[in-house]
């Protein structure tokens, strides 16, 4: 022998080569594993989420038509806050007791023309209201347009933060002008 020594015979460095390679090949796997359930749990596709939100929509429908406050309650965030027709502002607790004393009753609420539309972990809504119903002023039937703001929250519901309504009025006709003099 020579005396050198070489690097490929030494028994602690093949056995430091061999945990090397054990240890590339397990993280290699479980990386692989996990992007193979990354893969699994695809993220929910629009028409999906679209659906989920008309079906939200229906779900609010439902709760004004009948008065359910339970539903309502379970639809509305703890920080909701909505404009009304009127233009009043009425929190989440405002809103329940409003309808827990009957304050708007609704006989007829046709939602038309719904659209979506999404921005990360939420959801816009814009729709045409056909309303037939009654306050303690009077009658509030007609047609409205109103914007309703859903956001997924930390347990993956979607919840009511925003609404805002504003009824469509007619079309003002324009009498005309009958020049300067006023003839």
């Known amino acids: 022998m020579s005396g050198k020594v070489s690097i490929l015979s030494d028994p602690v460095s093949a056995d430091r080569r061999t945990a090397l390679g054990r240890f590339l090949l397990i993280a290699f796997v479980a990386l692989f594993s996990a992007s193979l359930l990354q893969a699994g749990q695809a993220k929910p596709k629009k028409h999906d989420m679209r659906h989920e939100i008309f079906d939200l929509e229906d779900a609010w429908r439902n709760a004004v038509l009948k008065s359910d406050t339970t539903a309502m309650g379970a639809l509305l965030a703890d920080d909701y806050m909505a404009i009304t027709a009127s233009g009043m502002l009425q929190t989440k607790q405002e809103a329940l007791a409003n309808m827990r004393a ?60 925003s609404f805002e309504s504003s009824k469509i009025r007619p079309p003002i006709e324009h009498k005309k002008d009958s020049g300067p003099s006023g003839e």
């Not at 959801?123 to 045409?128: G, I, P, Q, Y």
């Not at 347009?145 to 997924?152: A, E, F, K, P």
């Open 102 to 161: 009957h304050r708007m009753h609704f006989t007829v609420l046709t939602l038309l023309d719904r659209k979506v539309r999404f921005y990360g972990k939420t959801a816009l809504v814009t729709s045409l209201a056909e309303v037939q119903g009654t306050t303690p002023e009077g009658d509030i039937s007609g047609s409205f347009r109103y914007t309703r703001v859903y956001v997924r929250d930390s347990q993956g519901r979607w919840k009511i933060v």
